[in-house]
Structure formats: structure tokens, C-alpha cells
């Protein structure tokens, strides 16, 4: 035990790793966000919720497509963490917990944002997001002069505004049939401490010895005072967290360790490289359960901005919840017979932010005979539809039915779709612009020949292959992608 706790002093401080600023801005994938947002819109990737009623303010509802490119978002970190790794095991708590769990993380005491108010329109804002105000520490931002010192003035209608007040970002609802204070529960506003509260659980029924990781993905909810920038900061969203508990001297080395980790997976689902970078927080800007936080931001079209989240949390979350719950959540390690409260290092991504990011970055616009082809680049595995069938001549019942056949067949392994609604050309060209990977053609030939064309969204390159050996073709261009 001794020993422990002499090793922790170092290990909360060791040296930044090499924060690997890009030399110059590469820019964003896309300039104007509307891109994304009418593209979505008109593809049924994501919707305004409750449209019809005229929506809700930052809340959003994934369509068709949106849904299968954000499953499988959320597969590919699933097998990242969970499926490839053996230390690794799933979770899937509630989203309502004891209210209790939100005094001990410190979310009643802590979990606010500095706000300004405009004394004309009555909009609210969160100070740091105020132009001016970008850079300022978290004692700045609460400073009751702030506002007239920097010359502060509401965006919107330039009117004034209120001196900065700590605004809570929990949701809350009541439990039970009576709405009273003793039945107020929150809506978790992070998967994390369903996580922590379940670690005693998970270690004993899974035998697993440190370092081991609880990996969950869920919805969580915040009351944001700026929400915006479209699915990018919302009150309703998801999050993909993992929190890896680990010896206290062994912290430090593997935070480092999930730091490249991490941002290789973006990378390895095709972001492009310049347009990630780490960016550690300042000791004042640091959480209030951090030793040490570093950002995966990526070049989003409005800034260098905040895609996942990498944290030393030291031994807070679990040394809390022991004292407060009188339960023991100390480890017993065989090896070398002491008892500790684990440290934890975290990384939380946005389950919704990673799909937004991956729909950004693989947007491409190019001339192609005199038109401009829109493509979505998306790595395979990501794509919402994997194939599609289209037919040269829908008027051949044959080729239909040919078409038919190959679609199923093709469904049992993946998402195939088939689509008659236009010419060839157009059926590419949509084809592209929802991320399909390979589009199969039959023609009349391939009654005769038994062989159909398949053709790639990225080189639009057309090779002729067997009706036997598609399935076949389409499963070994996924390995090659994967390969890569
Ligand atoms: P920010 O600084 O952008 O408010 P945060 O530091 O509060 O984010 P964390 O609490 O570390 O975020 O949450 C982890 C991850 O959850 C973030 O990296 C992000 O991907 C996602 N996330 C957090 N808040 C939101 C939100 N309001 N809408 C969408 N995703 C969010």
C-alpha cells in the first residue's frame, strides 16, 4: 500500500507527450456546413426532430441512412475496444441512476458552464463561446466584471448582457407518481458513472485482473446553453465511453498509450490524418476529476474542435463512490498482495460527433464530364449501404428477377439494396452521394453471359465478373479495405 501511494505522485505527472500540431491549417473537408446539413437532410441521413411541430431545439433524429451509418460507427468502436481486445468487457447501465451517484461524481456541485444572458432578447449564452472571450481561464469566465472589462455585447442584437452566473447542465424528471423534490432523478449527463458504480460487478463476475477496461456505449444528456453547429453539440446524444482501470503507477504510461491508440482508429475508418490533433488542457481548465486531459480534435468546417476526450481521473471517481457508498472498491492485486483503489484512465467519444465527423471528412466534390459528382468516401465498413443492384433495363423481367436474387443473396452477409427509380447514370450518381461502396450493373449480356459489372465508388473503375462470384468479389474488396 505504501508503495502505491509513494508511486503516485509521479505518475500523475508525467511529461505531455508530443502534442503533434499540424505545421498549417489543411482547412476543413468542407468549407460550408450547410453542406452536410442539406445533404443529410435530402438523403435521409438526419432530421430536425418533431419537424412538424417545428422542431426541438437541438435535438435530432437519425433517418434511414443516418442510422446505419451511425450503428455502424458505434460497431467499429465496439470491435476496437471490446471484440479485439481481451481486456476489454461490454456495459449497458441505466440512464437513470441514484440521484446520489451525482453528489459523489461532483455533476450537482460542478457540472456548469458560465452564462451570460441579453437583457434585450432574453438569449443565453455560454462565455466562452462569446467572440473575445474564447481564451479566458474558468476564474475569468466567472468574473462578475468580465462582461463590462472585455466590452461583451450579446451576437445576436449586440445588447447587453448580465454578469456571468454558473448555469447546471443536468436534466432532470421526477421518479414515481409524485412530482416532489424526493423524487427527482437526472438524466445521466455521461455513460461514465454507470461504468464506476458497476466496477465491483463486472471485475468479480469477469475475473479480469488490472489493467482491464468496462466499455459502453449510450445515450447521455446535457442542458447546453449554446447548443449548435448541427448534431455536433446537442442535448440529447451519444457516447462511446471506456474506462480502463489500472495500477496508480502504471497511469501515466497508459494514458500515453491510448493517446496514439485512439486517434489511429479515426484514421484507420478514414480521417484524414492532418485533420486530427491532440490538444492538452491547461492545469486551469482541467475537470474537476482530472489529473490530466488531452483532446482528439479534428478540423471541423466552424474549428479545430473537440472529437474525443482522453483522461487520467486518478482514483476520484472510485475513491468517491467508496466513501460515499461505504462499499469496498478496493482491488486486491495477487501479484504483488496489496489492496488499492484502481486509477482510471478514460477515453469518452461522441457517438455522435464520430459519425458527423466521418460524414464530414469523406465528402468529395469533383468534375466529372462536365458535371460536378458529389461522393461520400466512407470507409466500407461504415457505409450505410454496402451494395447496390441496379438494372440496365427494368423492362426485362428477367433482369429484375436477376437483380432480385443477387440483392438477397447479398443481404445475408450485409446491407444490398436495389434501386430501378432512374437512369444508370443517376442510379450511380445517388449511389455515390450516400457512400455506397460497389454498385452491381446487370445488363441484357448477363443473361447470356452470367457475368455482371461491378463498379467502384471511388475510381468508378467497371470490372465484369461470374453472377456466382459476387458475393465473393464484394466480401474480398471489404477485406482489402480493411486491410489498408
Ligand atoms: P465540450 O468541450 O465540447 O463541451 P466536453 O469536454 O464537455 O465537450 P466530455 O464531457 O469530455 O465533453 O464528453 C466526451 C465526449 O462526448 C465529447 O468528446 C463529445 O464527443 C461528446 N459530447 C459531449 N457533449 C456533447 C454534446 N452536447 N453533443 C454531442 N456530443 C457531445
Not at 54 to 67: K, S
Not at 270 to 297: M, N, Q
Request: hydrophobic share 40%; net charge negative.
Amino acid at each position: 500500500m505504501t508503495d502505491i501511494l509513494e508511486q503516485r505522485q509521479a505518475a500523475s505527472t508525467s511529461a505531455p507527450p508530443a502534442t503533434d500540431q499540424p505545421a498549417e491549417d489543411p482547412g476543413p473537408a468542407v468549407q460550408n456546413l450547410e453542406t452536410i446539413v442539406s445533404l443529410s437532410k435530402r438523403r435521409g441521413f438526419i432530421f430536425p426532430s418533431s419537424e412538424i411541430y417545428g422542431g426541438i431545439n437541438a435535438v435530432w433524429d437519425y433517418g434511414p441512412l443516418g442510422v446505419e451509418l451511425k450503428n455502424n460507427v458505434k460497431r467499429a468502436w465496439w470491435r476496437a475496444m471490446v471484440q479485439e481486445r481481451d481486456d476489454i468487457v461490454g456495459l449497458d447501465a441505466g440512464i437513470l441512476m441514484a440521484p446520489q451517484v451525482w453528489v459523489t461524481s461532483g455533476h450537482v456541485a460542478e457540472f456548469s458552464d458560465p452564462m451570460v444572458e441579453c437583457t434585450i432578447d432574453h438569449k443565453r449564452f455560454r462565455v466562452d463561446e462569446l467572440p473575445g472571450a474564447e481564451d479566458l481561464g474558468p476564474k475569468e469566465l466567472l468574473d462578475p466584471g468580465i462582461v463590462d472589462r472585455l466590452g461583451l455585447k450579446c451576437p445576436i442584437d449586440g445588447g447587453p448582457l448580465t454578469p456571468p452566473r454558473q448555469f447546471n447542465l443536468m436534466l432532470k424528471t421526477y421518479l414515481g407518481p409524485v412530482e416532489e423534490a424526493a423524487a427527482v432523478v437526472y438524466l445521466r449527463p455521461e455513460t461514465a458513472q454507470g461504468i464506476y458504480v458497476n466496477f465491483k460487478n463486472v471485475q468479480s463476475t469477469s475475473r479480469k485482473k488490472l489493467p482491464f477496461g468496462i466499455a459502453q456505449i449510450g445515450k447521455a444528456f446535457r442542458n447546453e446553453i449554446s447548443p449548435g453547429n448541427f448534431v455536433f453539440r446537442m442535448r440529447e446524444f451519444e457516447q462511446m465511453e471506456m474506462q480502463y482501470f489500472v495500477r496508480p503507477d502504471a497511469a501515466a504510461r497508459i494514458f500515453d498509450e491510448w493517446l496514439p491508440r485512439r486517434r489511429a482508429w479515426y484514421e484507420r475508418y478514414g480521417v484524414t490524418p492532418s485533420r486530427l490533433r491532440f490538444r492538452e488542457h491547461r492545469p486551469d481548465e482541467l475537470a474537476h476529476y482530472a489529473k490530466k486531459a488531452i483532446d482528439v480534435e479534428y478540423r471541423f468546417p466552424f474549428g479545430w474542435k473537440e472529437l474525443e476526450g482522453i483522461h487520467n481521473r486518478g482514483d476520484f471517481d472510485l475513491g468517491n463512490h467508496a466513501r460515499a457508498s461505504g462499499e469496498n472498491l478496493e482491488y486486491f492485486d495477487p501479484a504483488t498482495e496489496e489492496h488499492f483503489i484502481p486509477w482510471i484512465v478514460e477515453t469518452s467519444a461522441g457517438g455522435d460527433r464520430a459519425p458527423f465527423t466521418f460524414l464530414i471528412d469523406a465528402y468529395r466534390e469533383e468534375e466529372v464530364k462536365g458535371e460536378t459528382r458529389v461522393s461520400l468516401a466512407l470507409h466500407p465498413d461504415l457505409a450505410p449501404y454496402k451494395v447496390a443492384v441496379l438494372p440496365l433495363l427494368k423492362k426485362r423481367p428477367e433482369i429484375v428477377e436477376l437483380c432480385h436474387r443477387i440483392k438477397d443473396d447479398l443481404k445475408t452477409e450485409m446491407m444490398a439494396v436495389y434501386d430501378d427509380t432512374a437512369s444508370i447514370g443517376k442510379l450511380y450518381r445517388r449511389q455515390d452521394e450516400i457512400g455506397t461502396p460497389w454498385c452491381i450493373t446487370i445488363d441484357v449480356d448477363s443473361l447470356s453471359d452470367r457475368a455482371v459489372t461491378i463498379r467502384d465508388r471511388d475510381s468508378m473503375t467497371q470490372e465484369r465478373i461470374p453472377v456466382e462470384g459476387v458475393k465473393r468479389a464484394i466480401l474480398d474488396r471489404f477485406e482489402a479495405a480493411r486491410a489498408r
